[in-house]
């Protein structure tokens, strides 16, 4: 079965400063690795998305790393910016469906203060 | 290009009465996915369907919830009888056709809440 720790589940940082959220997945076999914002309210967006082949994908001032071996995840959000507040969701999937049928963590709460 | 557009955004529902939910994909777009959310829960996927075909249902709880992807028109997803247990977000999300990798782009959610 497939499953996503996330951890902090919340954290609080104030604008301008970086910081670096953490993922741990259960996935066999493993197909891909994405990383989604979330606004209270709203709908997933896609932030990164990374096969077993990348270690390292960058979208603007967020950074991904994907380490297949310990089956680990961390997205380093770089000069935090207000807008920044949201929940960010660390999602895996397997081979079933071509990998594209997700299996969701519970989100770290990011709050950018001033 | 409209994003994926969902429908209502939110619905109140007695108990035992019919929920439908509606998807609108995105244009060009094939492949739409089913996703609830519970309160303080992730969302965990329910169905994954292409046009006229369901690929994948295995997260459709067994009774009361079906969903149908038209030549014409939008998916719907439809719960039957609610309970409260019911009561959560669902989100759709589309991505185009074809094999492989897809990114999966997502609604804003219908809210439905069950008295």
């Known amino acids: 079965k497939n499953q996503v720790e996330q951890s902090p589940q919340s954290l609080i940082i104030l604008e301008g400063k970086n910081c670096t959220l953490q993922?741990?997945?259960?996935?066999?076999?493993?197909?891909?690795l994405r990383w989604y914002k979330q606004d209270t309210g709203r709908g997933p967006v896609s932030l990164t998305i990374?096969?077993?082949?990348?270690n390292t994908k960058s979208n603007g001032r967020y950074t991904a790393t994907l380490d297949a071996d310990t089956k680990q995840s961390s997205l380093h959000i770089t000069a935090s910016q207000l807008s920044d507040s949201a929940s960010y969701i660390c999602v895996v999937s397997d081979l079933t469906g071509g990998g594209n049928k997700l299996t969701f963590g519970t989100g770290t709460q990011l709050k950018v203060e001033l | 290009n409209a994003g994926v557009m969902q429908n209502p955004r939110h619905l109140v529902r007695r108990r035992g009465q019919e929920a439908r939910l509606r998807c609108s994909p995105m244009?060009?777009?094939?492949?739409v996915y089913w996703y609830r959310q519970l309160p303080e829960e992730g969302l965990k996927f329910m169905v994954y369907l292409q046009k006229e075909n369901i690929i994948d249902e295995s997260g459709m709880p067994k009774e009361r919830f079906s969903a149908e992807f038209p030549k014409e028109g939008p998916s719907i997803l439809r719960i039957q009888q609610v309970v409260r247990g019911d009561s959560a977000a669902y989100f759709c999300?589309?991505?185009?056709?074809?094999?492989?990798?897809?990114?999966?782009?997502f609604g804003p959610g219908t809210r439905l809440t069950v008295t």
């Open positions: 990374m096969t077993f082949s990348e």
């Open positions: 999300a589309s991505s185009p056709p074809g094999q492989g990798l897809f990114e999966q782009y």
């Open positions: 244009k060009g777009h094939s492949h």
């Open positions: 993922c741990n997945y259960t996935v066999s076999p493993f197909s891909n």
